[in-house]
């Protein structure tokens, strides 16, 4: 991290525990700017990555994943996914993509779902082995007509080499202890940091039909075991993300990790997709603190008359900036990936 990125992390806390952003319970849609509190002005402004195969409803290019190699090389992972599918198996391709400037990315591989094969996908999590410099790509869908879990690819020494024959499971659902006991029955969406000497997986368990996080810890990518009770939440349904709580990225900060988080309220329009997104802060990764309990930071600034989505963000130190790779609702409820730029000064 750059010598000045622990006075931005502290201005961009100040920002979430005193800016009032989102009014938007009992309203259909959240709103981006109103006479309650408005989306941080940092976050007006930004680049357009990746577009949609169909500037369309429900198509989207979403679920990005970024890593810079050693020579300055941006590599970023997506899901691309189609209206012409059922709800939930939309995800048809990871798309690998290379920029030298992390602004203007090509397409360079594509992991289709009929390749694995698998019946769709959501968000994949690319990094780079800090033991071995390879490149590692997890995705996640319904493994074998079981239940959604957590897939690896093999290692790559080049993300154009991933090799989708390649994915084999390593989170899956755990065996109940008891008959009566309540756990989650799928996984879905890693968010990947290596910190403190091993791996920490983030993940979506879905519980009952709703979306929590869980904590997974490895100490070689793959095998994987909870931290804390597998049955426990490290986030809870509560306070503007009382129907779902979801991770999204990890950023460390010096001290800890900004922890972001995404979620949605039981009173919005469409709470399964009408995502937005908050911040809180963790010293040991594990126990979070919440930073904005009762309104989320950020939605679209673009939204549609029913869906103002900002969800599936990956921040990242790029030099003394702070560099976030979003999913953001398009006004024709279709999605894209923007990148948004904040300077620590």
């Known amino acids: 991290m750059r010598p000045n990125a622990h006075l931005f992390a502290s201005a961009l806390l100040s920002l979430a525990m005193a800016h009032p952003c989102l009014a ?30 169909r500037n369309e409803a429900e198509w989207w290019a979403g679920a990005p994943s970024v890593v810079r190699d050693q020579s300055g090389t941006f590599w970023l992972a997506c899901r691309m996914r189609t209206a ?28 289709r779902r009929e390749d ?18 390879l490149f590692r790509l997890y995705a996640c869908g319904p493994w074998q007509d079981g239940p959604w879990s957590i897939i690896k690819f093999a290692d790559a020494v080049d993300p154009t080499a991933f090799d989708p024959r390649s994915a084999k499971v390593v989170i899956a659902p755990l065996p109940k202890s008891d008959d009566r006991d309540v756990i989650p029955n799928e996984y879905k ?4 940091i290596c910190a403190q000497g091993v791996c920490h997986c983030y993940v979506i368990g879905v519980m009952r039909r709703t979306e929590r996080i869980y904590h997974f810890r490895s100490s070689d990518g793959e095998t994987w075991e909870p931290v804390g009770s597998p049955y426990q939440s490290i986030m809870d349904l509560t306070g503007w993300h009382d129907f779902y709580v979801r991770p999204a990225s990890v950023v460390p900060v010096g001290l800890g990790y900004l922890f972001i988080y995404e979620g949605s309220a039981c009173d919005w329009h469409d709470p399964v997709y009408n995502i937005a997104t908050g911040v809180g ?11 904005t309990p009762e309104n989320p930071l950020l939605a679209s600034t673009t939204p549609s008359a029913r869906f ?22 398009r006004p024709n409820e279709s999605h894209e990936i923007r990148l948004f730029r904040l300077p620590w000064n």
């Open 189 to 192: 969406d890693p968010v990947i």
């Open 281 to 291: 802060f963790t010293f040991d990764l594990h126990h979070v603190t919440d930073l």
């Open 116 to 133: 694995v094969p698998i019946p769709g996908f959501e968000r994949p999590a690319l990094l780079i082995d800090p033991k071995t410099g």
């Open 24 to 53: 938007i319970r009992s309203r259909p849609v959240p709103a981006p700017d109103g006479p309650l509190g408005n989306v941080a002005a940092e976050f007006h402004e930004y680049e357009v990555i990746v577009e949609p195969e």
């Open 84 to 111: 012409e599918a059922p709800r939930g198996l939309r995800g048809y391709e990871i798309r690998i993509l290379r920029s030298a400037d992390g602004i203007h990315f090509e397409k360079v591989h594509s992991i």
């Open 308 to 329: 103002a989505t900002w969800r599936y963000s990956h921040w990242m130190w790029v030099d003394d900036e702070l560099w976030v790779y979003a999913e953001v609702a």
